[in-house]
């Protein structure tokens, strides 16, 4: 589970399409070169994602097979990334989705796009926290095995409230929790690796079931390339902070690029390791798969020295991420994309703290669903809204804008743009029955709560749209 990328930076783009000032001088400086991109970037990719995922992955694929998501989940995010990475390039301020959103569907329908892109992160950032909970509970049953149903929300509700406790204040920089949380991902991810390989079976780890490539594979793919494309997401983190990238047409694309073939390979050591300590079965019932790994390694006191840095990293995840996503409906109120009431600060702290109540309060009702069941469900809200909504972008913004500079134009177009939108598409529809029927009620709501605002800050539907081409008005 990663933190969001949208974070205190993001203010400084997220300007309303009146302001030329999201492309003028920020004040930003343009430090961020190919390599710090890249590690930027794998560091959100990974954090307590791959230790929660790897059960499931291997229950769903059936098998050691399992790995063969992790190269297709690759395989997306890298189509994918080539999309932001042309987006990102035009556009190299902070804001992501929301300021692409923005400039390509303006024409037609105004603000809505970028409306509704915030108004599913409301749900899907705090989901996506939700994981980093259940995460983190899932490991304390390495300590207290004999946890039931009660004793499991009660701590997920008390963790909850206890990072929004702790953000309740005024932060000015969360600069040592991202580094210590980098820092401990790294010392987990490498340690339940080598433990993994130090006690390798290859009779576990390439024990491929009777029909394992059958016509039950490609049922099994659709469910692994959920749990696939959720370990890899952060890869786009560098397009959030465009205004700090230093030549943002190489390092934009570089740093996408090099970040998922990098993670793909990592998952693929670290799952394979893991499938070499234990029969698949096991693997796919574990609820703390890396404590298992070390402790069948290593010894039960270094699997809960490995427990406890695991449960450490997930709840700074959700700190941090609680943090950046708190902030994104906060800078779209503030620059009137957005609901009034998410613009308030804190009378004494100054912060968004509307905002922050309400994704602590979503996070606390996502820990009551079971784990894949609120990975799909964030899947889902989102894919419609943000990634297939970029593709559209794209390709409206080439055709409307055939003038914006590009100092990357995506390989073999469209070749990755219809890879990308296949495979949000597959996802979309692999995801369960629930997570659809949510995801597309917060939509339709979504869009109600549009027509109601639209209506009283007369904008379109309700009065003629505004273009403002903002970074061809730069050039």
Partial sequence: MRAPPATDNDKADMQDSSTP?????NGFHRSIGLFSGTAINMTQMCGIGPFITIPIMVAVMGGPQAVIGWIAGAILAMADGLVWAELGAAMPGSGGTYVYLREAFQYRTGKLMPFLFIWTMLLAIPLL??????????????FVPSLGWWPVHLISLVATAIVTWLLYRRIESVRAITIALWVIMLVSV??????????????????YPAGAFGSHFFIGLGAGLIIGIYDYLGYNTTAYIGDELRNPGRTMPGSIIISVIA?????LL????????APWQEIAQSKSVASLVVERSWGHLAAAVMTILIIVTAFASVFTGLLGGSRVPFEAA??????????QLHAKHGFPHIALLTMGVVTAIGTFFDLTEVINM?????IIVQSIAQIAALIVLRKRQPNLERPYKQWLYPVP???ALAGWIYVYVSTSTLSLILSGLWIIAGLAVFAIWARLNQSWPFAPVEIRETYLGKQ
């Fill in 21 to 25: 000032q999201a492309v003028r001088d």
């Fill in 129 to 142: 926290m939700s994981t980093g909970i259940i995460g983190m509970v899932e490991y304390l049953g390495f």
């Fill in 190 to 207: 490498v340690g339940v690796t080598a433990a993994g390989f130090s006690h390798f079976n290859a009779g576990f780890a390439f024990a």
């Fill in 263 to 267: 993670m793909m390979f990592i998952y």
């Fill in 270 to 277: 670290l799952n394979i390791s893991v499938l070499g300590v």
């Fill in 334 to 343: 503030r620059d009137k994309v957005f609901l009034s009431v998410f613009g």
């Fill in 378 to 382: 964030l899947l889902a809200v989102t």
């Fill in 417 to 419: 743009c219809v890879i």
